[in-house]
């Protein structure tokens, strides 16, 4: 089945002649109007603006994790990360 879908993407790539794009973009690559180029850039920002705050967010996550494995570790509780359970737990299921 995944062969199948390979090899019809393939024959779908190698059978277009042209690949459209937008008309703003198209429109900007035929012409030297600078409208049509500061909407591209335009668009970029905007992408770059939610990329930047979806990549400040996983860094802030990252840190987190990182600043509560660290308080873990300085309380005495390294072995939660060592087997996933703790020492009360493990002994209560032995009785």
Not at 14 to 20: F, H, I
Request: proline content about 3%; hydrophobic content about 50%; some cysteine.
């Amino acid at each position: 089945m995944v062969r199948l879908a390979v090899m019809g993407t393939a024959a779908a790539s190698l059978g277009a002649s042209e690949v459209l794009a937008c008309p703003m973009c198209k429109f900007a690559l035929e012409t030297d109007d600078p409208k049509p180029r500061a909407y591209m850039y335009s668009i970029l920002f905007m992408l770059l603006a939610i990329g930047s705050v979806v990549g400040g967010l996983i860094l802030f996550l990252a840190w987190l994790n990182k600043h509560e494995r660290t308080m873990m570790d300085a309380a005495g509780y390294q072995h939660l990360f060592e087997n996933g359970v703790d020492q009360h737990a493990m002994e209560s299921a032995a009785k």
